[in-house]
């Protein structure tokens, strides 16, 4: 087998939203084996610009991976875009209708923080 | 009668932008028509008349995507490709030809294939559950069909398979390996023997 499906870390979220100059608004998390609470879900309140700078989300989602986390940012043709990025299925979720150029930014900003 | 496929593509804009297509096109649409009804308007029209309004969104949307990269990325040859996609379509070339299958299976088919910007965008095909009703007091699963996109960046070597993930996996350990199996297989074969 030659071809392999691409895995999206939460090391190459963090490079999607620095490139993007998107905000994380919304982080799930997926705690580990014989924790109590399974999946933690964390959003962003009214005051808080980015969960990703956020102290208390951290506390909130300790010792979970980050297996979903919402990126949120500005296309400059489009306006705003809010793509679900799953690093449990190495997938990227437009969750709102976005025009073939935003996918191609998404693209190539993915490829640059692959270095493929 | 068979759909056709501006109708399939249609389908995949979001309400909003059919609505602006319409009135961009002189298309009357009643007050609070469905996506249904404004796509059967809409792809009345010809290709040529649609496509400078609703390129940048046909293959896009409301999507999920995965990236499949074949080999160690390095660019895939054009007639490769679609040699293989060809072999793939019982010699018929998809992007000249109407490769549509007589029936869809839960197996991907390739229905379309386009080229644009050094890309091929390749529409499938799928049969999926819609429903479970009862006929004649017995449960029966009723199918429809889906469609979904996976665009060939060949600079790239990656897949963009623009679907569920759960699809898109599913479409990777059918389709995909058979394409992939067809394009390198030769060459796996000479690596296995040295």
Request: proline fraction near 4%; include cysteine.
């Amino acid at each position: 087998m030659s071809y392999q499906i691409l895995d999206i870390s939460e090391v190459d979220v963090d490079s999607l939203k620095q490139e993007l100059g998107a905000v994380v608004d919304r982080i799930r998390g997926q705690a580990e084996d014989g924790k109590d609470c399974g999946t933690v879900e964390v959003t962003a309140g009214p005051s808080c610009q980015d969960l990703s700078s956020s102290k208390e989300a951290d506390e909130k989602i300790a010792g979970a991976a980050k297996s979903r986390l919402d990126l949120v940012f500005e296309d400059p043709e489009f306006g705003k875009v809010r793509a679900r990025v799953s690093t449990r299925n190495g997938s990227i979720w437009f969750v709102k209708a976005v025009p073939e150029a935003v996918i191609d930014r998404v693209f190539d900003v993915f490829c640059r923080v692959k270095g493929i | 009668m068979r759909v056709s496929q501006e109708f399939i593509n249609l389908l995949n804009l979001p309400l909003g932008r059919l609505r602006d297509m319409a009135e961009e096109l002189d298309v009357s649409i009643p007050a609070g028509a469905r996506k249904w009804d404004v796509v059967k308007e809409l792809s009345k029209l010809s290709t040529s008349k649609l496509a400078p309004h609703a390129s940048e969104w046909i293959y896009a949307g409301q999507t999920s995507v995965t990236y499949v990269r074949f080999g160690d990325g390095t660019p895939l040859d054009e007639a490769e490709v679609v040699r293989t996609l060809t072999d793939m379509c019982d010699g018929i070339n998809p992007l000249d030809e109407d490769v549509r299958p007589d029936v869809l299976t839960r197996k991907p088919s390739l229905i379309d294939a386009t080229k644009a910007d050094g890309r091929l965008f390749l529409s499938f095909g799928v049969k999926k559950p819609v429903a479970e009703v009862l006929a004649d007091f017995e449960v029966e699963t009723v199918e429809g069909d889906a469609f979904f996109v996976a665009v060939l960046r060949l600079d790239k070597a990656i897949m963009e398979i623009r679907t569920n993930h759960q699809r898109a996996e599913r479409f990777a350990t059918t389709w995909i390996a058979e394409f992939d199996d067809l394009l390198f297989g030769d060459e796996d074969e000479e690596g296995d023997t040295e």
